[in-house]
């Protein structure tokens, strides 16, 4: 299975909740690429789970990995006993960029076993998810979603255009999650109310000036005063078309939207001339 990555077009966060968790209001835009590949196999029950993967900074340890959670957290809702399992994981997301992709492969297992095993009805498969974490209920289905709570209330958004004008720019260091959030400044986001939904109104016009004026991301001052390359990267996309360049999810990738393909494109061979190797650039479909 192929799995999709996301970036959120604007992440406002509306409060801090008693269980750890942030309560956002936040704009999901899935890519169908970059996406990781998942296999699962069949392996002799007294072999539990073990994970397959090459690329540097995946847990392989099936209590560590998202994939194995999932497992583990299907067959416990389940009833079920752990089935032998190998998955094999080939990933193409950036890990720790901030594109959902250990959230991405959890649901995709997930998906994987209730295609095998029907066991669950969809709103337990939906809580699990959430269970394993925020953003894992978005990619049980992954379509453009205005998402609140803390990533439990999804709301599917039509009327988008089907690609966007952007560059992903991922640079080569990863960043935790719970180190954007541990940092952000709480009072100074919940101050500014969330535009999200004129955010979608001029994205569905492709009115893209006007929705670059309403794209955000409460996290990332945090990174730009922790990683300065952060700062030059978005600096560099801003003087060359981008229309708005700043941080997708808890970082480090800088998401730029441009006016079409062209600048986008343009925009691509320039950042990659300069910031190569220390930055993936991508165009996601
Ligand atoms: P999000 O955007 O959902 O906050 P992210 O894209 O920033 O997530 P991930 O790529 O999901 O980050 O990885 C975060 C951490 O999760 C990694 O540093 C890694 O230790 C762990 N992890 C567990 N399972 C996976 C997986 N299948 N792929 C990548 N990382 C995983």
């Known amino acids: ?54 690329a540097p900074g995946v847990p392989l ?4 990995n998202l994939c194995g959670k999932a497992v583990y957290a299907y067959c416990k809702a389940a009833g079920m006993d752990v089935p032998g399992l190998v998955i094999h994981l080939e990933k193409h997301i950036p890990v720790a960029a901030g594109m959902g992709g250990g959230s991405a492969d959890g649901a995709a297992v997930l998906r ?5 095993f029907r066991a669950l009805s969809q709103e337990r498969l939906e809580s699990i ?28 958004v039509d009327g988008l255009p089907e690609r966007l004008p952007i560059l992903l720019a991922a640079p080569q260091f990863p ?44 996290l990332e001052h945090a990174l730009f005063v922790k990683f300065p390359l952060l700062v030059l990267l978005r600096d560099f996309l801003l003087k060359h078309g981008a229309l708005r360049a700043m941080v997708s999810g808890s970082g480090p990738t800088i998401l730029a939207l441009f006016r079409d393909d062209a600048a986008a494109h343009a925009a691509h061979a320039r950042a990659a001339s300069e910031f190569d190797p220390c930055v993936r650039f991508l165009l996601p479909e």
């Open 112 to 116: 994987l076993l209730q295609e095998r």
């Open 129 to 156: 998810a959430f269970s394993l974490g925020a953003d894992v209920p978005f990619f049980l289905n992954p379509r453009p979603s205005h998402v609140t709570g803390a990533g439990e209330h999804l709301v599917p």
């Open 1 to 54: 299975m192929l799995t999709c990555s996301k970036v959120n077009l604007s992440l406002a966060v509306t409060a801090k909740r008693p269980d750890g968790y942030h309560d956002l209001d936040s704009l999901f835009y899935p890519f169908r690429d970059p996406s990781d590949e998942i296999r699962l196999d069949d392996a002799p029950a007294a072999s539990g789970v073990a994970i397959r993967c090459d």
């Open 61 to 64: 340890e099936p209590e560590k």
């Open 175 to 218: 960043v935790s999650a719970a180190w954007a959030y541990q940092h952000m400044d709480l009072a100074r986001a919940v101050a500014e109310p969330p535009r999200t939904n004129e955010l979608i109104d001029a994205l569905r016009r492709r009115d893209f000036e006007s929705a670059a004026q309403f794209m955000r991301n409460d």
